[in-house]
């Protein structure tokens, strides 16, 4: 068993069917965590939970859309009390402000930041009663606080769980619980492939969903060590992690020389 162990803790993770969620899911059993997982794919929140199975105790899967808090209250009732609660569901989108459209908008806030909410407000409450630790990650991005203009939601989005997540973090230190932001760069998942680009539909919509693919797979930063980012961060409590070199460099442009970085979100994105 891989130090350090999580035996006799239960984690739970959002958005575990693919990606981030499951390389994250995968790390926590492999050191004994019971790993609950939710996806609004069932078949692959499943198939997450059986990898999970082989390598720590039994783990369970769920369909749940985050985007919807009385799914999330059930999800919650259902589960119980964890330990460790992973809110890592999200969605990509590529567009300006004024391109975007309101739908465009309101799906990736829904996912994005209120799905990260809704996270929170069903499991933090009883963490915190309990009164006997854990921590709650939420996963923005390095568009957190590095903006683009081509993506407008998508920034805002993981901009205001950076903030709502510091904010919880001081609400929650009294009752033991810390709260960890994750930010990862370029990471090569399939939310290239499911992204969505205001504008684009049909076969142009494939194509760039195609070139973005291509495009961070060649960077070549796996999701695996992103969960080890992620375990990292609930051992050690660590509020911020930026995660790849281009998250931290933007970090560290966005402090230094905030001019600098509003000339950055200038360019496009192609």
Not at 37 to 57: F, I, K, N, Q, Y
């Amino acid at each position: 068993m891989n130090a350090p162990s999580f035996a006799g803790r239960v984690a739970v993770i959002t958005g575990g069917g693919s990606g981030i969620g499951r390389a994250t899911a995968l790390a926590f059993a492999g050191r004994g965590a019971r790993v609950v997982v939710c996806d609004v794919d069932l078949d692959a929140a499943r198939r997450t939970a059986e990898l999970a199975s082989l390598l720590g105790p039994a783990s369970e899967a769920h369909q749940v859309d985050v985007a919807d808090i009385q799914a999330m209250e059930a999800f919650a009732a259902e589960v119980g009390v964890p330990d460790i609660l992973v809110n890592n569901a999200g969605v990509g989108h590529v567009g300006t402000f004024l391109a975007t459209t309101e739908a465009e908008w309101r799906r990736v806030l829904d996912v994005n930041l209120w799905g990260v909410i809704h996270g929170c407000r069903a499991f933090g409450p009883a963490m915190a009663q309990r009164r006997a630790g854990g921590h709650i990650v939420n996963v923005a991005s390095a568009a957190a606080y590095l903006p683009s203009k081509n993506l407008a939601a998508y920034a805002t989005s993981k901009a205001a769980v950076l903030m709502a997540s510091d904010c919880l973090r001081a609400e929650l230190a009294r009752s033991g619980i810390r709260v960890s932001v994750i930010c990862p760069g370029f990471v090569h998942t399939n939310i290239t492939r499911t992204a969505t680009f205001s504008g684009l539909a049909g076969k142009e919509l494939d194509t760039r969903r195609d070139r973005a693919t291509r495009q961070v797979a060649r960077r070549g930063y796996p999701p695996e060590k992103v969960a080890e980012h992620i375990v990292e961060a609930v051992r050690r409590g660590r509020p911020l992690v930026p995660i790849t070199v281009e998250a931290r460099v933007g970090r560290l442009l966005t402090r230094l020389s905030p001019a600098l970085a509003r000339a950055v979100a200038r360019l496009s994105l192609d």
